[in-house]
């Protein structure tokens, strides 16, 4: 018997993302509403309730009603938006942060997606925080490169549109209140006392992400080289399929922000010169960092293998 899934939002970045990762699963059932009944109240009700596991691709209210509309107990929700992502009854969709954290998705009936910039800050810092390295309260910095698509339909349609201002020729940086909403889930994912400072960047690309943090090796217990970092990293993705760390020396001359993009992998890059350190993820931020990362947690959430149309 096929799975049913829904994907409430089908028609903008993400939604349409995860289509293209399901739509020719010959496992699965896709329930598509018809165009013009999207902001049908009792419609979408019915699709909600309908589907075995259903994708919220919607901004944050949007999110949260489709929840209240659901009301058969057995539906089980990926949710893409920000919404629900430092809930304490909702799972975390990172599911190589932990064995538990995979178990978790498993077992879930709620799972809040990561952000993309999120991802990328997590996938190097909360390993760091667990195995000791790293102290919780240390001051973490974070740089940010993405792609333009990250910003959604309108942000693809400026930068692709006949005669656009020369100035998006040009990296622009972003987010300069320093209260990026992915900066919540960030602190509470690592668990770091205090909120990193946080820094995006988006440039003139289509995809592809680069998210850097830096570290004084000074500042932290026994005074760890870049390679003893980068080993410990590796370590702890060594049995991951998506996640891995190349190793040290490897890769330290030039990165490139869209290395990855097209795929659901997340490659983590560690350089260093003397007692400073620096420790890039690079991934595809609609990959990984959005509609992969969402399809993978489905393949958990259904036991299958999680790079199943990935």
């Given at each position: 018997m096929k799975?049913?899934?829904?994907?409430?939002?089908?028609?903008?970045?993400?939604?349409?993302q995860i289509y293209d990762r399901i739509g020719s699963r010959e496992d699965l059932e896709l329930l598509r509403i018809p165009e013009d009944k999207r902001h049908d109240l009792s419609e979408r009700k019915r699709y909600l309730n309908s589907a075995d596991i259903v994708f919220l691709c919607l901004p944050d209210d949007g999110a949260r009603e489709a929840i209240s509309l659901i009301e058969d107990e057995h539906v089980r929700v990926i949710d893409a938006s920000t919404a629900h992502r430092t809930n304490d009854d909702w799972v975390y969709g990172y599911p190589e942060l932990s064995k538990e954290q995979r178990e978790a998705i498993r077992n879930g009936k709620r799972i809040a997606n990561p952000g993309c910039h999120a991802t990328g800050?997590?996938?190097?810092?909360?390993?760091?925080?667990?195995?000791?390295?790293?102290?919780?309260?240390?001051?973490?910095?974070?740089?940010?490169l993405t792609g333009y698509s990250g910003g959604g339909k309108k942000m693809i349609q400026e930068y692709e549109e006949t005669g656009r201002p020369e100035v998006l020729s040009s990296p622009g940086i972003y987010g300069l209140t320093l209260k990026h909403k992915h900066i919540p889930e960030m602190q509470k994912m690592t668990g770091l006392t205090y909120a990193p400072v946080f820094m995006p960047v988006v440039d003139d690309y289509y995809k592809g992400m680069a998210t850097t943090i830096m570290l004084q090796n000074r500042l932290l217990p026994g005074h760890p080289?870049?390679?003893?970092?980068?080993?410990?990293?590796?370590?702890?993705?060594k049995d991951e399929h998506f996640v891995s760390v190349v190793t040290f020396g490897q890769n330290d001359s030039k990165l490139y922000a869209n290395k990855l993009a097209g795929t659901n992998k997340l490659e983590i890059v560690v350089c260093g010169y003397e007692d400073q350190t620096s420790v890039t993820a690079l991934f595809d931020n609609l990959g990984k960092g959005a509609s992969g990362a969402a399809v993978q947690n489905m393949n958990i959430m259904l036991g299958l293998p999680e790079d199943t149309g990935l």
């Open positions: 799975t049913k899934v829904y994907i409430d939002g089908q028609s903008g970045t993400t939604g349409l800050l997590i996938s190097t810092t909360a390993p760091l925080v667990r195995m000791g390295i790293l102290p919780k309260d240390y001051p973490v910095t974070c740089y940010s080289t870049a390679e003893n970092i980068c080993e410990k990293l590796a370590e702890y993705y």
